[in-house]
């Protein structure tokens, strides 16, 4: 929290009457999960020290850490969100990273600073590192990465894959916030270390677990992760930290057998490909081991719809269209 106005706020629960604000927060709660709305574009300019990132204007929604209680539970174990709060930035942010910032976050409460007024204070963008990003509560809005050529140069990316996103811009993307696919989750990639080696498939913004149906029966799927290929090379990859993926179009399917690559291909389209694909990942930029071009959070992962089909009878001749 802070009482500086990074990007001018503007925070939905901020009315002149106390009673419309409390209302509101009440009422947004639970439309919703948390996370950005819209995703910031995000410029880098390197530093002697690191980058400076500018965060172009974003919405998101959050709930501020105070107002969750770990008293009330719901019927499935999970910790009451009572209130939750619309926050747009209105003009650009610009804050500084170093190689060892993980992700970048947006924090809020409605604590009081002290000696501060209520309507002086605002949520705070910060930089996280692995240490910082362990205790964080807030969200996450973009994800950091950073390579270091042998000579020495280090190259930055920042971007809002990986990053929580909430049901409405998921939505509005072409996911099912129950089942979609992404870059790691920086707190689930501390595991090893401060890279993004792995995607992963979430149910909203946590880790999938679900039933699903099919040819191998009734199966429940958890936990399901695809770690890229961090074979060591001399100059593409010395330090064996960044990943490539098998092909440049890499089709995923999830189905009752499990969750994999179905299909690969270097261009378009993918013919023949076998039944369950609900996720494309387009890692043309990546997989060309440039040094602005082979980071794991540039990847582009879309969904993938399936074609509709028509399926009768007609004179005991079953027809499928």
Not at 14 to 22: G, I, M
Not at 182 to 191: E, T, Y
Not at 260 to 268: H, P, Q, R, V
Not at 299 to 321: A, M, W
Request: charged fraction near 20%.
């Amino acid at each position: 929290m802070g009482s500086a106005n990074q990007g001018t706020q503007r925070i939905g629960w901020k009315y002149s009457t106390p009673l419309q604000a409390d209302y509101l927060n009440t009422f947004i709660a639970g439309f919703s999960t948390e996370g950005l709305i819209t995703r910031p574009a995000i410029d880098i300019g390197r530093t002697s020290s690191g980058a400076d990132i500018t965060i172009h204007p974003f919405s998101l929604l959050i709930c501020p850490e105070d107002t969750i209680s770990t008293l009330v539970k719901d019927e499935d174990g999970n910790y009451l969100k009572q209130k939750m709060v619309k926050i747009t930035t209105t003009n650009d942010v610009k804050i500084s990273i170093t190689e060892y910032t993980m992700a970048v976050g947006f924090e809020y409460t409605f604590k009081e600073p002290a000696g501060t007024m209520q309507s002086q204070w605002y949520g705070e963008i910060v930089p996280l590192t692995p240490n910082k990003l362990a205790e964080f509560n807030g969200i996450i809005i973009a994800t950091c990465q950073v390579y270091k050529t042998p000579d020495e140069v280090k190259h930055y990316s920042v971007t809002t894959s990986g990053a929580d996103i909430s049901d409405f811009l998921l939505i509005n993307e072409g996911w099912n916030p129950q089942k979609w696919f992404s870059l790691i989750h920086p707190k689930r990639a501390l595991a090893s270390g401060i890279y993004y080696n792995k995607l992963e498939v979430r149910t909203h913004n946590d880790s999938y677990k679900g039933y699903i149906n099919g040819n191998s029966g009734l199966t429940l799927q958890t936990n399901l992760t695809y770690t890229l290929n961090t074979d060591v090379h001399p100059i593409n990859n010395p330090d064996g930290i960044r990943g490539f993926m098998p092909k440049n179009y890499n089709a995923f399917k999830l189905q009752s057998d499990g969750f994999n690559i179905a299909e690969c291909s270097d261009t378009l389209p993918i013919e023949k490909t076998s039944g369950g694909i609900f996720a494309i990942v387009d890692a043309t930029s990546v997989n060309n081991r440039t040094p602005d071009g082979a980071f794991t959070n540039k990847l582009k992962i879309k969904p993938v719809h399936q074609e509709d089909i028509n399926i009768y009878y007609d004179q005991n001749t079953l027809f499928i269209r």
